[in-house]
């Protein structure tokens, strides 16, 4: 994945370049706007409902940390 976005938003194209916050605030938003930033997830038995080859991923594309939070909410049916 981070040699995708690294082919289709790289660092340091000329037209598209923030002078604040460094280099890789542009891409950062190119980025941002081809990952998703919520997910349904069903949960059966107590388990999430995904596929074989399905997994979560938690992409930052800043390359110095930031500080970020996870919200879980479940909504059980009875």
């Known amino acids: 994945m981070e040699a995708f976005f690294e082919h289709i ?3 340091g194209e000329p037209w598209y370049q ?8 542009s891409p950062a938003h190119l980025r941002t706007m081809i990952t998703p930033t919520s997910m349904t997830i069903p949960i059966d038995d107590g388990r999430l409902s995904l596929g074989t080859w399905q997994g979560l991923f938690l992409a930052e ?10 919200l879980l909410r479940v909504l059980a049916v009875e």
């Not at 923030?18 to 605030?25: A, Q, V, W």
Request: proline share 5%; glycine share 10%; charged share 45%.
């Open 61 to 70: 594309h800043r390359r110095r940390g930031h500080h970020r939070r996870i």
């Open 9 to 11: 938003a790289p660092e």
């Open 18 to 25: 923030h002078t604040m916050e460094g280099s890789d605030d």
